[in-house]
Structures are given as structure tokens and as C-alpha cells.
């Protein structure tokens, strides 16, 4: 994940940040200046710092963020093809949990510990919508590769991203030690927190307001063994979670997993359990610890035609009525979420404190009212991004709605399933249920055991 943030000191981070915000609102200069470190440079240097004569306090030195070395960012995307065509080839071809276990903890010492957790697929979500709303921002290719490839290899192999590759999932995956299973409703109901995450990320790295995934992301602050002591513990409670729930943070979190999921609905190769015909044992469906499976429905379960048809019918009404109240509930969220921009906070600010509603200052309206900018070009630029984060909200809330009730209409509607299948969505491809196969075991000359009891306790094989 891209750090947008390289300041130090108080003044450096006002002055630098403000700075930036005032030259925002003016025709000659970037939106989001803020996020760009050349324009915020520019500012902490143009203007001089006040002096502390009373106190005597002493300016730390400016400290500009560390250029990464182009070597580097290419060894990232070469390692990242690499990862993503090995995790592929053990996935599908060798059926290899072993080699993907080893790929995995690869991929956590590589991309988590060694590369600090950045830049990461996860994160570079929030650079291509900033790109996207800000033409202005200069996008690193890194972040391009890193949000679009796995994405695209999602498109012909599934998840294979999430099996091997992505370090968060892969701290998880070793930490499993006796995986329960999450109720069937409640596991639905806590994967539409992701969707959420991914609307609110979307926006709010889109109005240049910031990035929420790396701000809150619990995880990088165990790779880079630092951080604050609120997500050290968050990463703690999520690594003691996947103890007992088969990676936590990417079935009810990841927003990238909601675009990998997508994606994986129309890969071309999926994965297959059986590598012959399904004997109906159920030993993958009691191997996964991810609730990836779907269960045979051939012969179909006994239900009421007419109670079917008037359930579906109810559900095709109620999808506009949620998507139309979505729409609703996020123009509302966005202008309450708009506070939180640092544009729209200084100009409340500045209003409160020309009106005499609070009395004192703060040092980011100081800093404002050093610059000598009019008021009304501050009011302005807030007012843009109220509409931003306005048109922005009610966008995420339709996106919301709409998931809402398609995942409705999903559980309503069942196809025919002669077999037990991976579920393309859920699915990341770990190769658990491999080997719990008695068929694989076949293929494998391996013994079968003499029975296929459905309680046998989830795979832990390696191999």
C-alpha cells in the first residue's frame, strides 16, 4: 500500500498539509494537492515558519518521504508475475497444497516482512480511484500492476491471488490451527461488511480525503513490527481469530477480495474437486475451512412450487426498493462522511470561529489565515467536495443496495449441482479439499481409507 503521508513534526505536518490545502482551491493547482509530496514541498517551503521567541522552541528539520529505488519496484512486479503463474500452476496442474503452503510463506516474508507490506494489491485499490478522480495525480506503475494483474489472472484461474500470493491471507493461513465453522446465515451477513469497506474506501481515496485501507490495515503494522498500539492489538485479535476461523479478515473484510470474487465468476479454469465423478462423500465440504463448498443438489430439495414463485416474485420488488433506499442512505452518509476531508473540517472551522460559535483557535486555522487566502475560496472548495462525497455516497449506497439484493435472488435461486463444487466467489483456491478426496487419492495410488465418514475433521495435509 502506497504511504501518502512522509511528514514529521508538527509544524512540517500543518504547514506542509495546509499549505497544499490552500494552493487546492486555487485554479493553478491539483485538487488533492496533499497527496502529491512535489506540490507539498513547494508549499512547506515557500512560506516562512512562525517564531517561537517566548518559548524558544527549535523547528525539527523537513523530512521528505524516501524515494523508492526503480530496482526495486520492478523486482516487486516481477516477483508478484511470478508468485501469481507459480500459485496457478500448483493450483490446477500439480494440485500441490504443500507447494502452495511454501509459496504462501514466501509471499508473507516477501511481501509482508522484507517489503514492509507495501505496496500491496490490497492498498493499490485506493491509488486507482484516486487516479481516477484526481487526473491530476501522477499514478505509480507499481500500483497499477499490483491492482490489476491479480485481478486479471483472476479472470482465467479464479483466486489463485488469495492462495499463495497476498501476504495478508498467508499470515493468516499458517496461524489455523482447529478451524469451527461459521453458521451459514451469519457467514452472509458478515461478508457484506467487505462490500461496505470497498464502497467506503473507493470514496474517500477518491476525494483525495485519504486512505482508509492503509490507515486501518491490521496487518502491516505486524510486518513492519511498529505502528499504533489500536491496530497492533486489532492485528493480534485477527491473528487469534484465524486460530479457529479460516482467514477472518479476508471473508468479511478484504475489499479486494470482493474484485477478485467478482472476477473469479467468469474465470475460465475453476477449481474441481474430484478429478473424476463426486461420490457424494462430503470429505471436502468437512476439509474447508472457508465455507467455499457448495453441496450437490441433484435430486433437488423437496419445496413448495407456489411458495418458490410468489418468494421470487417478492425479491424482484424488493431489489429496486433496496437500491433505491441505498441510493438514498448514501447521499445522506456522504455529506456526514465529507467532515472527515481535511478541506471540509478547516472550512467548519474557520465558520465556527468567524461566527463566535467557539472561541480560540486551532493551528490548521492559523496556518489558513497566515497564507492571506479569502475565506470564500476555502468555502468553495468545500463545497466541491460535499458534492464529490454527495454524488460519490449515493453511488456506493446503489452499489450496496443492489449487492443486498442480488445476494438475495442467489440464495432464492438453486441450480442444479450434480456434484460438490468450489464456489467460484468464495473460494481462494487453497487446496485443501484435495487431497480429502477419495478419487484424488486414486489418481494419486495413495490408500483410500475403508470409510468416508462426513465428520472427519478438516484437512491439515501438507502434501
Partial sequence: MDDVNGFNGTWEYWSAGLMGLVHSITPHHSPTPPL???IVLLAASRFPPPEFSETGHQLPGFQAPPVRALFF?????AVLVLALALAAWLAFRQRSRRGLVWLGVFSMLYFGFWRKGCICSIGSIQNIALALGDSAYAIPVTAIAFGLLPLVVALFFGRVFCAAVCPHGAIQDVMLLKPVTVPTWLEHALRMLAYIYLGLAVVFAATGSGFIICEYDPFVPIFRLSGSTAMLVTGGVFLVASLFIGRP???FLCPYGVLLGLASRVSKWRIKVTPTTCTQCRLCEQACPFNALNPATIPPPARNLATAKRRLAGL??????LAATGFWLGGLSGTALARKNRTVSLAERIQLEATGAVSGTTDAAT??????TPPEELFAAAQEVEYRFGQAGRLVG???????GLKLLALALQRPRPDYEADTTRCVACARCYRSCPE???????PVPDSASPTVQVSQDFS
Fill in 36 to 38: 502529491h509530496h512535489s
Fill in 73 to 77: 519496484e520492478r523486482l516487486d512486479i
Fill in 249 to 251: 479478515y479476508c471473508r
Fill in 316 to 321: 424482484l420488488v424488493l431489489l429496486p426498493i
Fill in 367 to 372: 496556518v489558513f489565515r497566515s497564507t492571506g
Fill in 398 to 404: 446503489l452499489w450496496i443496495g443492489l449487492v443486498i
Fill in 440 to 446: 484424488e487419492l486414486k489418481r494419486l495410488g495413495l
